[in-house]
């Protein structure tokens, strides 16, 4: 597709389709020219033969579309999102659509995905009309500018292309039920909120690209680790002058700082339990009531409180001063690992590969190929995103002085010299039973083969096929239908 001009997206209407597209290329052609015109024309068009390989100067590319049921709202919004969005993802001021031709539903996923963010930055919308009796079609401009979470986050991204953000509307089922979770519980405001997930997945930076963007308040953020129940103590509540020694001067607190605002508690299994035990009347009260340390005078804040935890559900209960925990685990999401959102790894290796990108001698895209794609398909990722981005940086130092698949291969050997051991936590995996058993399977597979020298071996003392221990190698752990 030429990128070079401008492009006019719309679908193809079986009655006067040919007329529409040529009057309002007419009538854009007077405002931008247009160079491409991406036509998105169904498998069962009875007029396809009709439409011209060129139009008013503009080159018209056939997309097929194979919809059973062009009404479903779910079906053709599947198919504009995952085929169309991503093809013109980098026609930044340049793309114009034309939301009229089609069905209803058709129609009304153009105006939701442009209010959700999905098109480029710049994207036009326009709205045809065409009087049979005169032949003629008008074209106005389609003022559609409401503000949705998604919206905002897609700004976000756009504004920060350097920073890696979850996509919202994530590929594997896991990933997307959590952020719908996160959607839904961070919606429901004046209830603490509590994520838990692994080292590495993202959940500080889901609080200030999706929690805050939801509950519209700006994040207040706190790292507990490492701080002593004095400093913890002064950072939240804050102090008089004098209240001790060394408290030259007052100290307002985060609970002040975060008045209006959303109090991010990062890594809370380390806040000291004096803290904890004193948050819990905070919490309990509807006024968030608290005193500042030395004063005796009550205030109020008006804050939001998320929590974040590498632990578990279990570990963070046996970890925290029961009051307190009962507190903030109203309201919980998980994020799951890298290794259950297998689907999207690759719009993750592409992200982290953009925010470790520090000079423009690196390419904007990150490398893709077959051993990457094993390592994304199979390996346990027990980092998370912080394996992706130790990969990256690796490939970076290797690319510019060895040919690409040669910095590849080297940055992937340095990289497994040192990767974190599999599953350190668990002996059955992560995942559903499918998911599980296929998980053992390859370990098992994999420690025999390794144990007795060669497939062969290990299948002759094993009693199975070495076609059995082979396949259950390549075993990806396909989750469960």
Not at 11 to 19: D, M, V
Not at 116 to 123: C, L, R, S
Not at 180 to 188: E, H, I, M, P
Request: proline share 4%; hydrophobic share 35%; glycine share 6%.
């Amino acid at each position: 597709m030429d990128t070079n001009g401008h492009i006019l997206l719309c679908w193809h209407a079986e009655r006067a389709g040919i007329e529409v597209l040529e009057n309002t290329l007419k009538k854009l052609n007077r405002r931008e020219p247009v160079k491409t015109v991406l036509y998105l024309v169904q498998t069962t068009s009875i007029t396809i033969e009709s439409i011209p390989e060129q139009l008013e100067g503009a080159c018209i590319e056939k997309i097929s579309a194979e919809l059973e049921d062009p009404t479903d709202h779910q079906e053709v919004y599947q198919f504009v999102k995952n085929q169309i969005v991503p093809m013109v993802s980098g026609n930044e001021k340049c793309l114009h659509i034309n939301v009229s031709p089609g069905t209803p539903a058709m129609h009304s996923i153009w105006l939701m995905l442009s209010a959700g963010g999905a098109f480029p930055f710049g994207t036009r919308l326009w709205s045809s009309q065409y009087n049979p009796d005169t032949k003629r079609t008008s074209l106005k401009p389609v003022k559609f500018a409401i503000t949705t979470y998604l919206s905002e986050i897609r700004d976000d991204q756009l504004l920060n292309p350097d920073r890696a953000i979850y996509e919202p509307e994530a590929k594997s089922k896991a990933r997307l039920d959590a952020l719908r979770r996160l959607k839904q519980f961070s919606g429901f405001h004046g209830h603490p909120l509590l994520i838990l997930g692994e080292r590495g997945t993202g959940k500080t930076r889901l609080v200030e690209s999706h929690v805050s963007k939801i509950k519209q308040r700006e994040a207040v953020a706190l790292a507990c680790g490492g701080l002593n129940s004095t400093v913890a103590e002064s950072l939240l509540f804050g102090h008089v002058k004098g209240a001790f020694t060394g408290a030259d001067k007052e100290r307002k607190g985060l609970l002040r700082e975060a008045d209006g605002k959303l109090l991010f508690l990062d890594e809370v299994q380390d806040l000291p339990n004096k803290v904890q035990r004193e948050l819990v009347r905070t919490l309990q009260d509807r006024d968030h009531r608290y005193r500042q340390i030395g004063s005796d005078q009550e205030q109020t804040s008006d804050f939001e409180l998320v929590c974040a935890s590498n632990l578990n559900f279990d570990q963070l209960r046996k970890k925290l001063y029961p009051d307190f925990f009962d507190r903030i685990a109203h309201l919980i999401v998980e994020v799951p690992p890298l290794r259950l959102c297998r689907e999207d790894i690759q719009a993750d290796w592409q992200q982290v590969w953009r925010e470790c990108r520090r000079s423009e001698r690196i390419p904007e895209k990150a490398p893709v190929c077959a051993p990457l794609h094993d390592i994304f398909d199979s390996h346990y990722l027990g980092g998370n995103l912080r394996d992706l981005q130790r990969l990256a940086i690796l490939l970076m130092v290797w690319i510019g002085e060895k040919s690409e698949q040669e910095a590849i291969n080297t940055a992937i050997e340095e990289w497994q010299r040192w990767e974190r051991s599999e599953n350190p936590d668990s002996d059955f995996g992560d995942g559903s039973w499918q998911e599980r058993t296929a998980w053992f399977q390859k370990k098992m597979a994999n420690w025999a083969i390794k144990h007795f020298g060669s497939t062969k071996n290990a299948a002759g003392l094993l009693h199975c096929s070495e076609r059995t221990l082979t396949e259950r190698v390549k075993n990806t752990s396909e989750p469960e239908s």
